[in-house]
Each structure stands twice: as structure tokens, then as C-alpha cells.
């Protein structure tokens, strides 16, 4: 039980230090080690995870470690009790990294922050970030969210359909997050 309580705490801490981006560029490392690496939960799993994680209030990767935290102990069989502690340790965990170089940044950054290196290096950081967020957008688009054509074309072409409806609201009338989710869930409970 110790041992997965570390390595769920390094997992996360890791995940934490270098998962620059936000919450949905952390997604992918977060599917990489859990789903992939250790194995502690289905991909299905996970992607239940991820919905749960955006429809909820709060930070969607601190969410999605909350959630994976609590999973994985009680898929190794421990006590639901014990999923809470999984949740804490992967909660504190993920947002230690941050908390602590916030405060140690901060003291300097204001300083220093019209220094060419400093630039450089945030400049250099951007391309970065759309790439981890170009591989969560890739991880979510699976059999799990938009079935398989061939066994269900129903539900593919209506979550192709909500996928673009979302897409295009978002990006050509600037509907807002709140009420693409709200129509996409409404649409979706409605056809599938």
C-alpha cells in the first residue's frame, strides 16, 4: 500500500513539475503514466475521469488528479478510505511543483523580467504548450468518446456532429464554454 501511495505521490509531482500549459497539457501525461505505464485504470476509466473532471468546478487537471487518485487505490482493491488519502497525496502532490516555484519565481521574475534571457525562455515555452495541448485534444479523440464507425454510426456521427457543432460555436461565434457544454450535454443525453 506504501509503495503505491509513492509512486501515485512521484507520479503526480513529476506530472506537476513539468507539466507546463495548464490542466489540459497535463492530460497526456497523465494518461501516459497511469493508463499506459502502470496500468492503474482502463482507458475507458480514465476518459470517464476526464469528463468528470471538465464538468466539475476547479482546475481540470487538479480535478483529474483528485479522481485518478481515488481510482487507482480502489483498484488495487483498498478501502474507499484509502482513495481518499490516493486523492489528497495526488491532489497536494501535483500542485506542490507550482506552489513552490511561484513563491521562489515570483521574488525574482519582477525583477528580472525584461532581461532577454527571461524573455527568450517564455518565448521558447509557447510552442511547447500547444503541442501538449495539440496531444490532449489527439487523447480525447478515441472510440471512448466518438464510437467506432462501423459498430455504431449513430453515436460516431452524432459526437462528429457535437464535436463540430462545439468547435465552430467556440471559434466563429464565440458562444462561451458554459453554453456550448451546457447544449452539447443537452443534445447529447437527447440523441444518444
Known sequence: MALLLLRLFWTFFVIGLLGFGGGYAMLSMIQAEIVTRYQWM???EFTDIVAVSQSTPG???INCATYVGYTSVVN???APGWGFL?????TFALVLPSFVLMIVISRFLLHYRHNHAVESVFSALRPAVVGLLAAAALLLMNAENFGIRTEDPWRFTVSLLLFLFAF???QVYH????????????AGFLLL
Not at 490516493?86 to 495526488?90: I, K, P, R
Request: aromatic fraction near 6%.
Open 42 to 44: 482502463t482507458m475507458g
Open 59 to 61: 482546475p481540470i487537471g
Open 76 to 78: 488495487a482493491g483498498w
Open 86 to 90: 490516493g486523492s489528497f497525496l495526488a
Open 168 to 170: 465552430i460555436s467556440q
Open 175 to 186: 458562444l462561451g464554454a458554459i453554453r456550448i457544454i451546457l447544449l452539447c450535454g443537452a
